[in-house]
């Protein structure tokens, strides 16, 4: 197969870990099979390591991000060679780091702040849309920064370092976005925002289409299936099961319960809103040809950098449980991967 689409022209550091590996097996002159595997060791290598600070890091309900962390389809895109091995494991770490700072008594420090603003100016980089996620900081009690005015500066500061890292890497992509005709990748001409603007009713039926017919695949590919190039597709009860041990995941321990505050937990609906919106626009503007009756590109797997947020808006602290459970849902997802692993094999050797 001759592939004529050009190389990607963004520069962000969802490559660094591929090409660290590919670079070290160039250097001790690995054959060709051998380099490509380095590059994925190393994407899954980078995922591992801040994982585990994020699952370490996490106050409440870390098994429930422990499962999100090994779904089907999580593991096989942090083993890919594209930007995913970076980018769900900054965007769950930063989930993590950022309930830390919520819910225990340490102050914040300096380093609070750089480790804040790395993360922002990392997810920004690469995809802008799961900046939302950077609002929970504004249910950070206001005692950690000494005073109200410290608070509100910081917050003003990280909106406007965001912005200034969006525009100087996007820039090229507004300007196409504005221009009346552009071509998607595969040929067809874009919907730009002059067109939006003409034909608005249009525009939100092609929105409400897309999640009417399309939801409940984008609930299942965030999960597990289809695998692949969306051609290796697992059994249904195979994803069922992880919905279930997700959900099952989120209820509370006896004497463990941290609250989430109604304000927090509306925010949080407000951000999975957002975020999904954002994506849809992005999609509808980049792939989206004209005439299309739904949003094309559009894939559940996009949704799983703020899943664990959409998991702990159902959290209750009227359902819980007397004695955790915590070893049997790890247990029974290792069960879950193992058949994962098996019906995979078989489609394999079929084809």
């Known amino acids: 197969m001759v592939s004529t689409r050009p190389p990607l022209t963004t520069k962000h550091p969802g490559y660094i870990p591929q090409i660290l590996g590919i670079s070290m097996a160039r250097a001790i002159n690995m054959n060709s099979e051998q380099i490509l595997f380095m590059g994925r060791l190393f994407a899954l290598a980078w995922y591992g390591f801040v994982m585990y600070w994020a699952i370490k890091l996490m106050p409440i309900k870390k098994t429930m991000l422990f499962i999100v962390g090994l779904l089907p389809m999580t593991m096989q895109q942090v ?14 770490f930063t989930i993590s780091y950022i309930l830390n700072l919520i819910y225990t008594d340490r102050k914040l420090k300096v380093y609070d702040w750089i480790i804040i603003l790395l993360l922002a100016f990392s997810i920004a980089s690469i995809k802008f ?5 950077f609002g929970l900081a504004i249910f950070i009690p206001k005692d950690k920064f000494k005073t109200r005015k410290r608070k509100v ?3 003003i500061g990280l909106i406007f370092f965001s912005m200034f890292v969006v525009i100087c890497t996007r820039l090229l992509d ?17 919907i730009s925002f002059d067109y939006c603007i003409n034909n608005m009713f249009t525009v939100v039926g092609i929105f409400y289409r897309t999640l009417e017919r399309q939801l409940p695949r984008f609930v299942s590919e965030m ?12 059994p249904v009860t195979i994803v069922m099961a992880l919905a279930l041990l997700l959900l099952i995941s989120i209820i509370q321990k006896e004497g463990e319960m941290k609250a989430i505050k109604v304000s927090m937990r509306m925010y949080m609906i407000i951000c999975v809103l957002l975020i999904t919106f954002l994506t849809m626009v992005v999609l509808f503007l980049d792939w989206t040809p004209l005439g299309a009756t739904q949003i094309e590109g559009l894939q559940g797997r996009y949704f799983l950098p703020f899943l ?9 602290k009227n359902l819980f449980i007397r004695k955790s459970i915590d ?6 997802l290792g069960y879950i991967h193992c058949l994962v692993v098996f019906f995979v094999s078989l489609i394999a050797i079929g084809q």
């Open 223 to 234: 999960l597990a299936s289809p695998l692949g190039w969306l051609d290796i597709s697992l």
């Open 308 to 316: 664990p947020l959409a998991l702990l808006v159902f959290q209750n």
């Open 174 to 190: 507004y300007h196409e976005a504005m221009s009346l005709q552009t071509q998607t990748a595969e040929g067809a001409t874009k």
């Open 129 to 133: 849309v799961y900046l939302p996620i």
């Open 153 to 155: 500066i910081a917050a």
């Open 79 to 92: 083993v890919s060679f594209n930007y995913d091995s970076v980018l769900l494991g900054l965007c769950f």
């Open 327 to 332: 070893n049997y849902l790890i247990l029974c």
